[in-house]
């Protein structure tokens, strides 16, 4: 069993069940750089590493216009309409 605890209060952690994994990764995959410093960088590692790992997932990069903002409708649109999974960099 796997314990994710909440980082809003540690005090009680909250005890969840992780999804069985089928062991393979397919589809597409979205890489959302929301323009910190560095974030681009993490995302650019990550892409190379899942090219080696999984080479038949499709990798499509994003860029938030800013971090400081909520992204906008049409590019959670496009992301939704177009991507299986999402990694989002948050990185400073």
Wanted: aromatic share 4%; hydrophobic share 35%; proline share 8%.
């Amino acid at each position: 069993m796997t314990i994710i605890l909440d980082p809003t209060d540690e005090r009680e952690p909250v005890e969840r069940q992780v999804t069985k994994r089928s062991g393979s990764l397919s589809g597409v995959i979205g890489l959302l750089d929301i323009s910190k410093p560095r974030g681009n960088i993490m995302l650019d590692e990550l892409e190379k590493l899942l090219a080696q790992k999984a080479p038949d997932v499709t990798i499509r990069r994003f860029t938030k216009p800013t971090f400081a903002k909520p992204c906008p409708d049409a590019l959670r649109h496009e992301i939704r309409d177009t991507c299986d999974f999402l990694v989002e960099a948050l990185a400073d």
